[in-house]
């Protein structure tokens, strides 16, 4: 299907919404999108930056993509657009032992399926710190936190009473002590059997605006609300945390959710929270703290309407506005974000708090910033990246529908190919945006790329944003399916990245080999190093239970042993004195050859043992 019949299509589909929305979009009305595009010129006059990174450079910037239903994460380079690693988070992934080892299964719990959206950053004073990256799992509510130094995951955090885990961000200021995770299913709470009678009253259901500490990863306490939480952002101040909600209808249909023309930014008052907390105010409900933050029963939100079924909210680098986006309106809400504290003081009304309705296109999703003041925001249906300018937006506010009629906020609008989700500037969620490259993560590829058959390959469009208008300069495919980015500068994180693990950091680190039986449980400690492991043959009964610890004992940098297990199902790998185990029954009797599976030495095919099963 061609660019512009695919647009169509996504047209045509929309209209029928927009219907069911209420939005007048008679025919023989110019589609918003051409009214913008008439606006726009091609190419840009700035300076041109090359994606290009030659063989021995390197890239400027490290990407860090969420894997969607892989449920893993990726490491990009920026601007190459190169693959350069994977974190499997919450699948399983032979290429690590991700879901095999021991270590991994306990972090696991049985739950290697997983779905991320959102990865973000630990920060100190509004810019990365360089220490974890954490992220959300929609499909079994989970939060994992990753370690940057060895980039790996070392904690998943199951989050109680909730459901459809989404918008994640961690605080920004003055350092990430709290991430907050947001429910976008509602349900009842709690969602078992000493309560079903809600099951049948979407009246009963609600959201939960979840908040972790970083440190424990351990859930500090759930705000209840009767909208869903959608996506989520936290202000440059530590003050407050929001979510868009798209829902507070309690609908349990599209046409229910979509009734009402205007739904919420919820803002959650730190400090309220903190102190109803210490006041004893909540609810314990499967072990977690839960404080009512439902409307007219609590202090503790704030509900700015916004029309209507928002998805993204994006907080400006300068941190003074967040920015929500639209979906079902073709425009966004401009939200001044030091007016919160009259509106929370009841000083000034909720609405008041909106300083600007810039029409952008029809199905406004994400918004990113450039650090001089603009703002991109991704267009889903119109298929486009809309540059436009937030003091602008604001200034033909006030000048009323007539200073509004012609746009002025608008700077530049950029095709793409095809449908954006989310979209994002090189450390834009950080207050140091630096305005060099935007990445539009196209959902739809179609024929972008060779046919590879029925599913295709998502589509990330790089822009280099350096001048007036977004100029596109490459196209990669990308692995089913990110949905959201972030792209810090390479001097951040590089420095806090080890090349090899401290050795005993496991505690049942290898350094002598040994075979012990108790009972029926054989435990194998072992080296390896390259070309050897540190045993030649390992004996157990057919029945018994085996537990195999392996360290790598090679410090060479990148020098890494594979362990497989033939016929036994087992494949892990281990890094430069990393430890990594095994249990599993030797149900099978026979000789079975141990193997490295990662090349590591002229005599890599030789580096086996046998494992030997006696009956
Ligand atoms: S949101 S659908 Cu990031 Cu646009 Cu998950
Ligand atoms: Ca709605």
Redesign the pocket.
């Known amino acids: 299907m061609s660019d512009k019949k695919s647009i169509k299509f996504n047209r045509r589909n929309f209209l029928k919404f927009a219907g069911v929305a209420g939005l007048a979009t008679g025919a023989g009305v110019m589609l918003p999108k051409d009214a913008l595009m008439a606006r726009s010129e091609k190419g840009s006059k700035g300076k041109k930056m090359s994606f290009d990174v030659h063989p021995g450079q390197l890239d400027d910037y490290y990407g860090f993509w969420s894997g969607g239903h892989s449920g893993e994460i990726r490491i990009i380079g920026v601007p190459s657009m190169r693959e350069i690693h994977r974190i499997p988070v919450f699948n399983k992934e032979c290429g690590s032992g991700w879901g095999i080892t021991n270590e991994s299964k306990k972090l696991l719990r049985g739950k290697d399926a997983g779905d991320t959206?959102?990865v973000h950053g630990s920060y100190k004073d509004g810019v990365y710190d360089g220490k974890y990256l954490f992220v959300n799992d929609?499909l079994n509510n989970r939060v994992a936190r990753i370690r940057i130094d060895y980039m790996e995951v070392d904690r998943i955090l199951e989050v109680p009473n909730i459901q459809g885990a989404?918008?994640l961000f961690p605080q920004r200021y003055p350092k990430t002590d709290w991430v907050v995770v947001n429910s976008e299913f509602q349900t009842p709470v709690p969602n078992n059997a000493s309560n079903s009678a809600a099951f049948n009253n979407p009246q009963e259901y609600y959201g939960m605006h979840t908040i972790i500490d970083a440190e424990r990863m351990a859930v500090v306490c759930q705000i209840q609300v009767d909208e869903n939480c959608?996506?989520a952002a936290t202000d440059y101040k530590g003050k407050y945390s929001m979510c868009t909600s798209y829902n507070i209808e309690k609908g349990v249909t599209i046409s229910e959710m979509l009734a009402s023309d205007f739904d919420y930014l919820i803002v959650f008052n730190w400090e309220r929270i903190r102190k109803a907390m210490a006041a004893g105010k909540y609810k314990t409900i499967n072990g977690v703290k839960i404080l009512d933050g439902r409307m007219g029963k609590s202090d503790l939100t704030l509900r700015i309407p916004v029309p209507k079924n928002p998805?993204?909210v994006n907080i400006s680098p300068d941190g003074k506005y967040a920015v929500c986006c639209g979906k079902v309106s073709p425009t966004t809400t401009v939200v001044e974000l030091d007016r919160l504290d009259d509106a929370f003081a009841g000083k000034i009304k909720p609405e008041d708090c909106i300083v600007a309705n810039p029409f952008i296109g029809l199905g406004p999703?994400?918004t990113t910033f450039d650090g001089r003041g603009n703002a991109i925001t991704s267009v889903f249906i119109d298929s486009t990246n809309v540059k436009w300018n937030i003091a602008k937006a604001i200034e033909a506010e006030k000048g009323g529908e007539e200073a509004k009629k012609s746009n002025p906020h608008i700077v530049d609008v950029l095709d793409v190919h095809y449908q954006v989700?989310?979209i994002m500037a090189t450390m834009a969620e950080t207050k140091e945006a630096d305005g060099k490259w935007l990445v539009s993560l196209n959902k739809i590829s179609k024929d972008r790329y060779i046919n590879v058959g029925p599913l295709k390959p998502e589509n990330d469009q790089l822009s280099d944003i350096t001048g007036e208008k977004i100029r596109h300069v490459h196209d990669s495919p990308t692995y089913i399916e990110p949905?959201?980015c972030i792209m810090v500068r390479r001097e951040l994180i590089e420095p806090h990245v080890k090349h090899r693990v401290e050795m005993f950091e496991h505690p049942l680190a290898v350094t002598k080999n040994s075979v012990e039986r108790k009972g029926n449980h054989v435990t194998v400690r072992m080296t390896a190093n390259a070309p050897l492991f540190g045993l030649q043959e390992v004996r157990a009964k057919k029945g018994d239970k085996v537990t195999l610890i392996v360290t790598n004992h090679d410090e060479i940098v990148d020098l890494s042993n594979g362990v497989a297990i033939s016929n036994y199902n087992i494949n892990f790998v281990l890094g430069p004195f990393q430890t990594k185990s095994v249990t599993f029954k030797a149900d099978k009797e026979g000789v079975f050859w141990i193997y490295c599976t990662n090349f590591c030495h002229a005599l890599h095919l030789e580096m086996r043992m046998r494992f030997i099963v006696e009956v």
């Open positions: 959206h959102h929609k989404h918008g959608d996506l998805h993204g999703l994400h989700g989310h949905h959201d």
